[in-house]
């Protein structure tokens, strides 16, 4: 029998397998064998119930319904939980289709890890449902008990920077009632006697985490939701998405074909694990997501291992799970195997383990297990799962298709995320929306130094760096796949640096580009934001629905406004400037006929609000035309004190108060362009955004620079933005203001028109609310001592944890700490402002809390004098 440690010398010795040359931009090459039935670990299996003739042979578990309300693709962990919430929500007509036995894609042999706790609030409330439904609701319901084992978990922190980061998930664990423990090394030896504690900083201890059952979780789901009027048909492939046309020319989804017939229903759901992207091609729908393998091995019998708690090493990527009196041994690697040619004939397959990747794991477990050493290997589990670019799934309506929903792209974390992902689809399609929140001229800037970051999927200029270019290299994969590590490279030595919960070593510059906004200028390079024209005959019909401000000013007014869901919830926040008619037709002024709107959102946020949008046009069927010209127009924002006096010198129009007054815009020419002017601010100064057609970014960039010299301006990256912007008390949609945040909760309610008596999507969910009185408010809170806080912390109000924050920086002009959170009333009443006013506060952050002072306005300029000039 093959231990852990010959394993790792065998692979050692062995000469390493290259994948073919030339595989850096083009899908990496699968180095693994034919696929093979292995020995796994459980007890029971559906693969057992399994055995016999084929598919085909076989034919469907039950007849096929000619008619479903909604059409469930795939039998894992998604499938089922989505089935269930569907029918635990009232669809009693939901239907399963599985291509072969329920569990046989990816799901049979997961690890079923359950961990509570994760750097995001939405993720700790996903995963919280999943517990509560496979501990407690299923068991309720059928009288079976799923499997579900409560042995603990303990994450290693083997760095200080590790340890903070699990001292700032206690608190937060605080705000949602998971009970979790930072341990010392020698607590941690006392808990988990046979780990090596001698290189630990210390762990996080969540007693309530455990190890989910595949096959008994799924079991129940489909038994309680066939108890509810669902209905389960297995051996039953999808072979066909019909789809149609309405008389709007929305394509819709029309029925789902098997070889056994269709199914005619308006709702599909692509629940079909590392098969969604062929599922999608069906239906024409893109499914972004690659399959990978992904392994664990199942060693013998530990002496001393049973009820111990799973382990997860981040640092050295590795997991431990027990398994009876064993543990499974599993973990990520830089150099992944890649499934190219995904099959579909492979159920209840494995693949053979490439030892040559998986060695990498081994040293680091038994450094931390050293027992491990000695202990013998009795099964290996490497099978299928699908990964997606930023490590999040694919969820939600696919905005081509009208009725076809993705439910999949779970990046190992599928079972766990299963319950509250379910839920939330199923929401989504019942309601048009989920509960949650689910949503995430370069080479100029760059000779000044701009050192690029990601923002939610985007490069976005961060801040500039005074020592010099910083360019981004090509990514190097870790030096996997036959590619040479960077050495010394500049960039991501500036980023490294950051990887700590301390004020990062560019603070400084940060702060020199913030407080030379407030006293003189900064242009800020916008031009990753959305840029959409709303026309048409029915266009200021639609406007009033879709936007709940009053937008319908005249011609030249901008006006900042949010977008809400039926619930509610805000969409997104975004300027909408009305249009006039012109004969001309270009990117800054396309012609129309009735009105028309120019839209300009955030960045991260364009996708989302080009979906929203045309999902209400199309349900209220307004006749008018969504056009995107994001890439058509760049945006520079010059903002400060001196921003007029630059400006003047730039553009042909009379700048003043009564010519342009604030949240206003003119076509202007900038150096002899043709731009957009828009007189804005998102940091709280005078200031005027420039929409300039793509080809005259440079010059005109250069015109503003030129001119702006005299004046003290600068170039200031989103840091800085994030920075002026808190200060100011700006939201920033996805962080203090999301889709389950109403803008009565979260201060907004100056934009909504509740005293017209116009109607518009969300209102009456906001009347019933401001009726009712609000039950969370989202408050502002300051920190006299200097102290680095990025959201996530606890909020104490008299002695007792009531909300924690969403969104924190640092605010150089007020010189403190600034933090945005929402809060709740303990004893379940409304939050008045005299609750809000009357409280002592406190953040705890990392287990330590540091008095706060509450603020209903925000801390700077309370009375918004500078973005009218006033100085
Ligand atoms: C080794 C390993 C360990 C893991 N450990 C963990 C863990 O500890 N914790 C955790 O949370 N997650 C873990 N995961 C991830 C988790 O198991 C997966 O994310 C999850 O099981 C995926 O479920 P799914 O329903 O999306 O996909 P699947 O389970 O693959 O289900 C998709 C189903 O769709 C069916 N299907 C495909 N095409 C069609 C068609 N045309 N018609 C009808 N049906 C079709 C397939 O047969 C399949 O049954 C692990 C994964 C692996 C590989």
Redesign the pocket.
């Known amino acids: 029998m093959a231990s852990l440690s010959r394993a790792l010398r065998v692979a050692t010795t062995c000469p390493r397998k290259r994948p073919a040359q030339g595989l850096r931009l083009q899908p990496l090459a699968s180095v693994a064998g034919p696929t093979t039935e292995k020995n796994v670990p459980y007890q029971r299996t559906l693969k057992e119930e399994a055995q016999g003739p084929s598919t085909a042979a076989r034919g469907p578990s039950q007849p096929l319904p000619r008619t479903a309300d909604v059409v469930v693709?795939?039998?894992?962990?998604?499938?089922c939980q989505t089935l269930y919430h569907l029918a635990k929500l009232g669809v009693s007509g939901a239907v399963l289709?599985?291509?072969?036995r329920l569990?046989?894609?990816?799901?049979w042999?997961?690890?079923?890890?359950?961990w509570q706790l994760r750097p995001s609030d939405v993720e700790v409330e996903l995963l919280a449902h999943t517990r509560r439904v496979v501990s407690r609701e299923l068991e309720k319901e059928t009288g079976l008990h799923t499997g579900w084992i409560q042995n603990g978990g303990l994450f290693i922190a083997s760095n200080r920077q590790r340890l903070d980061e699990y001292k700032r998930l206690m608190s937060l664990g605080k705000a949602y009632g998971v009970e979790s423990h930072v341990l010392s090394p020698a607590e941690t030896k006392a808990l988990y006697p046979l780990m090596n504690v001698d290189d630990l900083y210390g762990t996080l201890y969540v007693p309530q985490d455990g190890t989910m059952d595949p096959a008994g979780t799924c079991t129940t789901l489909v038994r309680a939701a066939a108890a509810r009027g669902a209905q389960v048909i297995e051996n039953?492939?999808?072979t066909g998405i019909r789809v149609r046309t309405d008389d709007f020319g929305v394509r819709r989804v029309a029925a789902v074909e098997t070889q056994h017939g269709s199914i005619q229903t308006p709702c599909v759901v692509n629940?079909?694990?590392?098969?969604a992207s062929?599922?999608g091609r069906m239906a024409g729908v893109k499914v972004p997501l690659v399959a990978m393998h992904?392994?664990?091995v199942v060693t013998e019998r530990i002496e001393g291992i049973q009820n111990m708690p799973n382990v997860r090493d981040h640092d050295a990527s590795v997991y431990l799970?027990l398994q009876g009196d064993a543990l499974s041994v599993?973990g990520y690697e830089c150099n992944p195997v890649f499934w190219e040619e995904v099959s579909?004939k492979f159920?209840f397959g494995l693949f053979d383990l490439d030892w040559d990747v998986f060695s990498q794991h081994i040293e680091g477990a038994i450094n931390r297990v050293p027992v491990l050493e000695r202990t013998g290997i009795k099964s290996t589990?490497c099978?299928?799962?699908s990964f997606t670019p930023d490590h999040k799934p694919l969820m939600g309506e696919a905005p081509e298709l009208r009725g076809f929903f993705l439910g999949?792209g779970?990046n190992?974390?599928?079972?766990?995320?299963g319950g509250g992902c379910g839920q939330e689809l199923a929401h989504w399609i019942i309601h048009g929306r989920p509960e949650k929140d689910m949503y995430g001229y370069d080479i100029e800037l760059l000779e000044q130094g701009c050192v690029f970051q990601e923002r939610h999927g985007w490069e976005r200029p961060g801040w500039f760096s005074p020592q010099g270019t910083a360019p981004v290299p090509d990514y190097d994969y870790y030096g996997a796949y036959g590619n040479q590590v960077h050495q010394d490279c500049a960039y991501t030595r500036l980023l490294g640096d950051e990887y700590t919960f301390e004020f990062p070593p560019h603070h400084c510059v940060i702060q020199k580009e913030c407080l030379t906004c407030r006293e003189a200028a900064a242009v800020f390079n916008m031009s990753y934001f959305g840029k959409f024209y709303l026309l048409g005959l029915d266009a200021s019909k639609a406007a009033d629905w879709l936007f709940s401000a009053d937008v319908s000013r005249p011609p030249g007014s901008t006006v900042y406004t949010c977008m809400l869901n039926q619930r509610g919830g805000t969409e997104s926040d975004l300027t909408v400037s009305r249009l006039a008619p012109g004969p001309e037709a270009g990117p800054l002024a396309p012609a129309f006929e009735g009105d028309g709107y120019y839209l300009a959102v955030g960045g991260a946020a364009a996708q989302h609000n080009w979906s929203h949008i045309s999902t209400v046009l199309q349900d209220q069927k307004f006749r008018c035309r969504l056009i995107d010209s994001s890439e058509d127009l760049g945006m520079i924002s010059i903002q400060g004190p001196a921003s007029r006096a630059i400006l003047q010198e730039v553009l042909d129009a009379d700048l003043s108060n009564s010519a342009f007054p604030f949240s206003t815009h003119q076509l202007v020419r900038a150096a002899g362009h043709l731009v957009r002017a828009m007189r804005l601010s998102f940091v709280g100064e005078l200031g005027w955004e420039l929409h300039i057609p793509r080809a005259s970014c440079v010059p005109v960039y250069r015109a503003v620079m030129t001119a702006g010299a005299k004046h003290g301006l600068v170039n200031a990256g989103y840091r800085a933005i994030d920075s002026l912007s808190i200060e100011k008390g700006y939201r920033h949609w996805h962080a203090d203001l999301r889709s389950d945040d109403s803008p009565l909760e979260a201060g907004l309610a100056f934009t909504c028109k509740l005293k017209s008596c116009v109607p518009f999507l969300g209102r009456e969910a906001l009347e019933k609310q401001r009726e009712a009185g609000l039950r969370r408010r989202l408050v502002s809170l300051t920190v006299e001592e200097k102290v680095p806080m990025f959201g996530l912390e606890a909020i104490w109000r008299n002695g007792q944890v009531v909300g924690h924050v969403r969104r924190a920086d640092f605010g150089f002009t007020v010189d403190k700490t600034i933090a945005y959170g929402y809060i709740q009333n303990p004893s379940g009443g409304p939050v008045s402002l005299d609750f809000v006013k009357s409280g002592d506060y406190a953040l705890e952050r990392m287990g330590i809390t540091y008095a706060a002072q509450v603020h209903l306005k925000s801390p700077f300029d309370p009375d918004n004098k500078r973005v009218r000039g006033i100085y």
Do not use: K, N, Q
């Open positions: 693709i795939g039998g894992g962990s998604l499938g289709l599985e291509r072969e569990t046989s894609g990816t799901t042999h997961t690890a079923g890890l359950l039953c492939p999808v629940c079909a694990g590392v098969w062929t599922v992904h392994a664990y799970r599993g579909d159920a589990v099978g299928p799962e999949c779970f190992s974390a599928g079972m766990m995320l």
